[in-house]
């Protein structure tokens, strides 16, 4: 009688084994849509899924509106149960592979163009070269990314503020944005005094794509006063090199990361302008979720970007 009680438990638990890691999946992101992409599978076919699960238990585990998706107390009373063995069993996988001899995994990381090109891959192409089982996918985006629906691991963004939930550390030292453009410009149109004369210059644009808008151009007076200026020229750019080049090329003014410009400002290619109008800020940080298990990949990832000074 034992015997085949476990018989059938075993039948059972292979039976719903998938279905209840949809599941849970489904109530962490409270949406199909979200769950369906970490899971790798259609909308459909995740929906699909649930639905036969709740007929095979007679339960309704999920309540299901246009907005959100939300456990029931059925739903909840079964993903307290769950979760922990979920957890238990991911970290014990995650033990094994961490205890091989070599590093290895995939990290997905999310950040803009400069950030990825000044200082993860500088610091992590040597990693790549030490750690052949170690793979590091780069995902450029300009916004604020919601790293489970973008299924990355981590993101950069500049500052340490994240919402909570979240791990913050410094990858990169404090940075300024500054005004340059080329010497045929400033020969030809002068050079602006104070930033509300950026108005009267062509001016080399960034459209930021987490709301579509132009991005305003921020400056500090000797008081520590913010300075906001809409600027207009003929050309707009989606990413920050494309803006240094066309400054380069004499059609305006840009704003742009001072390391970045560097190299350029050194050859006599640019020259900066309201130079003590911009200020210094908090340089890139990196930032992920607190309750991530770092995997072998990870750990190596995390300790070649941490910032020493």
């Known amino acids: 009688m034992i015997l085949e009680r476990q018989i059938r438990a075993g039948l059972m638990l292979r039976e719903n084994i998938n279905d209840l890691i949809a599941l849970a999946a489904v109530a962490e992101e409270r949406s199909f849509t979200r769950a369906a992409a970490r899971l790798n599978v259609s909308q459909s076919a995740l929906s699909h899924t649930i639905k036969g699960l709740e007929q095979r238990l007679g339960l309704r585990l999920l309540t299901r509106t246009t907005r959100s998706v939300a456990p029931t107390l059925e739903g909840e009373d079964l993903l307290a149960t769950l979760n922990p063995c979920f957890e238990t069993i991911e970290a014990r996988l995650q033990a094994l592979n961490d205890s091989r001899d070599e590093p290895s995994g995939t990290v997905r990381i999310v950040g803009v163009e400069y950030a990825i090109e000044s ?40 500052g340490d503020q994240v919402s909570d939930g979240m791990i913050s550390m410094r990858i990169g030292p404090d940075e300024r944005m500054v005004c340059v453009g080329s010497p045929a410009y400033f020969d030809e149109a002068g050079t602006p005094q104070v930033p509300q004369e950026l108005t009267e210059h062509k001016c080399i644009n960034l459209r930021l794509s987490t709301h579509g808008a132009l991005y305003a151009w921020e400056f500090e007076d000797e008081h520590g006063n913010e300075i906001r200026v809409k600027v207009q020229g003929q050309a707009i750019f989606n990413t920050v090199n494309p803006v240094m080049r066309a400054a380069i090329d004499g059609h305006g003014l840009a704003l742009i990361p001072e390391r970045l410009a560097q190299p350029h400002l050194d050859t006599g290619e640019l020259r900066i302008c309201l130079d003590e109008w911009s200020p210094y800020f908090p340089g890139f940080h990196l930032y992920y979720p607190s309750r991530q298990r770092p995997s072998s990949a990870f750990g190596v990832v995390l300790d070649a970007l941490r910032e020493r000074r």
């Open 119 to 158: 200082l993860l891959w500088p610091k992590l192409s040597p990693v790549l070269k030490q750690y052949p089982a170690v793979k590091v996918e780069f995902v450029m985006d300009y916004g604020y990314t919601d790293l489970a629906e973008a299924q990355c691991d981590a993101g950069v963004r500049y």
